[in-house]
């Protein structure tokens, strides 16, 4: 049926607007509950219903909204030793990636994220990975302008790290928010117009903060083993379907 709403962007219904929502919560909740996986979620949820040139500007405004959320939430177990470098890394990457023709096909970088991603699961995690935050913060923000959803890049920067569960999810929340700021910052510069799916925005936020509630309670029922070995478990699955999509797509 058509919207009943004026302020929804063309072609956005009311049952749309409410499938978008009902994902950003399940997104925010697998995220607190699990550290990684809801942003790739919700990516490829609003890849099969919105238009394709909006995907990637709307996708990042909500991801800066529930992590800057989660990150409130959970505020005082942030790693924040850990920033500064990432931070200088983000603003190096979203700069060249904002200006720069990439030619290096999608499928390509999503078999060397998952790769990567496996590698840094399954064997000890790299020593200039927790040496060097500012490489991972321009190496992800660089392909989170093409790619989206680089989550899982800075979850596996993140775990070496070895926090307990919450400053784990917590530092995650920061150096996200920071990165999807920077991206949404970008976008707007480029010249893509947010005012229409302002509403969209809004409501996805509002219903990945209500998962982030939701989410914290079955954090707050998990030991740290359990939660690491859920977040290995997760990150593999997502990485395989990575390397997946990107063999398909050659």
């Known amino acids: 049926m058509d919207s009943a709403w004026s302020l929804l962007p063309a072609g956005v219904s009311d049952w749309l607007l409410v499938g978008l929502i009902a994902a950003s919560f399940v997104s925010s909740f697998v995220t607190v509950a699990f550290g990684i996986g809801g942003g790739a979620l919700l990516l490829a949820t609003m890849a099969a219903l919105m238009p394709p040139a909006a995907l990637i500007p709307v996708h990042g405004v909500v991801q800066l909204g529930s992590n800057a959320t989660r990150a409130g939430v959970l505020l005082r177990f942030v790693r924040w030793s850990s920033l500064p470098g990432f931070a200088l890394g983000s603003l190096v990457g979203v700069a060249v990636g904002g200006v720069v023709v990439v030619d290096l096909p999608p499928a390509v970088i999503q078999i060397g994220v998952g790769a990567f991603i496996i590698w840094s699961v399954l064997a000890r995690p790299p020593a200039w990975l927790r040496r060097w935050p500012v490489v991972t913060g321009a190496i992800s923000s660089f392909l989170t302008m093409f ?91 997502i990485s395989l379907r990575l390397i997946w999509v990107g063999v398909s797509s050659l």
């Open 147 to 237: 790619f989206g959803a680089t989550g899982t890049f800075v979850a596996a920067y993140v775990k070496s790290l070895m926090l307990e569960r919450y400053a784990h999810v917590a530092t995650h929340a920061a150096m996200m928010t920071l990165q999807h700021l920077l991206k949404v910052i970008a976008f707007g510069l480029l010249g893509f117009a947010f005012g229409p799916w302002i509403l969209v925005i809004a409501g996805m936020i509002l219903g990945g903060f209500m998962g982030t509630l939701v989410g914290r309670m079955l954090l707050a029922r998990m030991s740290d083993l359990n939660f690491r070995r859920a977040l290995d478990a997760i990150l593999l699955l």
